[in-house]
């Protein structure tokens, strides 16, 4: 007689997905419970795919960089990782890290085909730096992955990032609110994913109070304190003229800016204004302190394991993209007119 996961439920007196996740060594089934089911399984004749737990009783972090500007030793991965850490703690998984660099790493694809074997609890990929066509390398994996800090909403990618859309849209209402009306970007010069939902937003926001956003009011400049303020002094004395505002796509940019502009002879926030993004410890330690859009970097790091072990056993055709809200957060560095 062949027997099923329900009669294995019924036999230990617990549901089928308890069942499902007890035979598969995923989070949420006591150690007990789980040896019972497995001591059933086995006295039933239940043909076991993974039994033994150990094998999958961890969740692997690949923090992958193309480029490195972005993705660095920064407050806002440090915290984003100890997030994932703590939630990998709670649910009684280990957590393994392993960093993969597309032009450091000469060994690059045989990184990513040792991975595409591994079985574990689930694959978390910090895709911040990552494009399109380096994402299609990370497919047809044995475990189940997740994108974190990277919607890529184009591609059947399941993914957890925060609202970049949102993040932009805050900040324009928010400078519109206090009076601004030339309001400008400040972004990267290398761009990613996140940067341009974060244009997005803006121009949405600025659009909605019938202004706009054109492509000489954006300032490029290197993702990196120093190359950001090199870069703004540059465009400062190229241009002539700066705006009454800026949203800058994240604090680090923002705060180089600052310095830049400051140089240049002007105030902030008396001659020009600046929001940055991601509300790290920087944002106060900067004269004048920095009006931002907070990240919530603990909740991200939270359901992006939540979501890879609530993701179903079988391969699905559809995926599951969560962006997670963003909130203002107003200082000293914006001038009400």
């Not at 006295?43 to 150990?54: D, F, I, P, S």
């Not at 920064?74 to 649910?91: G, K, Y």
């Not at 800058?248 to 940019?253: E, F, Q, S, V």
């Amino acid at each position: 007689m062949k027997y099923t996961l329900r009669d294995i439920a019924k036999r230990a007196n617990v549901s089928p997905a308890t069942v499902s996740n007890a035979l598969n060594g995923r989070a949420g089934v006591s150690k007990a419970v789980q040896e019972n089911i497995l001591s059933i399984a086995r006295e039933m004749g239940y043909q076991l795919n993974r039994e033994t737990a150990k094998a999958s009783r961890h969740v692997r972090l690949i923090i992958f960089r193309s480029h490195g500007m972005v993705v660095m030793d920064t407050q806002f991965f440090s915290e984003l990782i100890e997030s994932i850490q703590l939630e990998c703690h709670r649910v009684g998984l280990e957590l393994l890290i392993s960093h993969i660099s597309s032009r450091m790493d000469s060994d690059y694809a045989d990184q990513i085909s040792a991975f595409r074997s591994e079985e574990c609890a689930g694959i978390i990929l910090l895709g911040t730096e990552m494009s399109e066509e380096e994402l299609s390398h990370f497919s047809a994996f044995r475990s189940p992955m997740v994108v974190l800090d990277n919607l890529f909403r184009l591609k059947n990618v399941h993914s957890v990032v925060m609202n970049n859309w949102q993040a932009g849209y805050l900040a324009a209402d928010a400078l519109y609110a206090a009076g601004h009306r030339d309001i400008q970007h400040i972004t990267s010069s290398i761009g990613f994913n996140n940067m341009t939902d974060r244009r997005l937003g803006l121009a949405d926001g600025l659009k909605e109070h019938g202004l706009r956003l054109e492509d000489d009011q954006i300032w490029p400049v290197r993702p990196t304190m120093n190359g950001a303020y090199e870069d703004m002094k540059a465009l400062i004395a190229e241009r002539k003229k700066l705006p009454e505002a800026f949203f800058a796509a994240n604090d680090i940019m923002a705060i180089g800016c600052m310095r830049a502009i400051k140089e240049a002879g002007y105030s902030v926030p008396e001659d020009v204004s600046i929001i940055g993004m991601d509300d790290t410890s920087i944002c106060l330690a900067c004269t004048p302190q920095l009006s931002t859009v907070h990240v919530f970097r603990r909740e991200l790091g939270q359901t992006a394991i939540r979501t890879l072990l609530s993701l179903p056993e079988e391969n699905v055709p559809c995926c599951i993209k969560t962006q997670v809200s963003v909130q203002l957060v107003l200082r000293d560095s914006i001038q009400t007119k």
